[in-house]
């Protein structure tokens, strides 16, 4: 079955840097994109960073261009996002989502998620 596992959430002073990482199996990996989402207390849902099946095309959120990174390395199936010059409205529960169907936009599955918390 599809397996999303994030990791490196933590506890970050404003202005630090975390990278988060998902491991995904079950499925193959390079045919999907995937997105990174995110969910602060007492928000909704999201969307925060998108790459395609290739890794070539990239897509943000306005609030996190400039800071965030995302990558994938489709020879581990890992997705990667890197967050720099963090700030307090960062704070959220982020997860990792791969798209509904092959070569095909749309959330489908759900990591459990890794906590950030940016507070000094």
């Known amino acids: 079955q599809v397996q999303l596992v994030e990791s490196g959430g933590g506890l970050v002073q404003p202005g630090g840097s975390l990278r988060l990482s998902c491991v995904a199996s079950?499925?193959?990996?390079?045919?999907?994109?995937m997105y990174w989402a995110r969910q602060a207390p007492g928000k909704g849902l999201e969307w925060v960073s998108a790459?395609?099946?290739?890794?070539?095309?990239?897509y943000y959120v306005d609030s996190v261009k400039g800071r965030f990174t995302v990558s994938r390395d489709n020879a581990k199936n890992t997705v990667t996002l890197y967050m720099n010059s963090l700030k307090s409205e960062d704070t959220a529960l982020y997860y990792c989502?791969?798209?509904?169907?092959?070569?095909?936009?749309?959330?489908?599955?759900w990591g459990q998620g890794t906590q950030v918390t940016v507070s000094s």
């Open positions: 989502v791969r798209a509904n169907s092959p070569y095909t936009r749309g959330f489908g599955s």
């Open positions: 790459v395609n099946t290739e890794g070539d095309n990239t």
């Open positions: 079950g499925f193959t990996f390079s045919t999907f994109w």
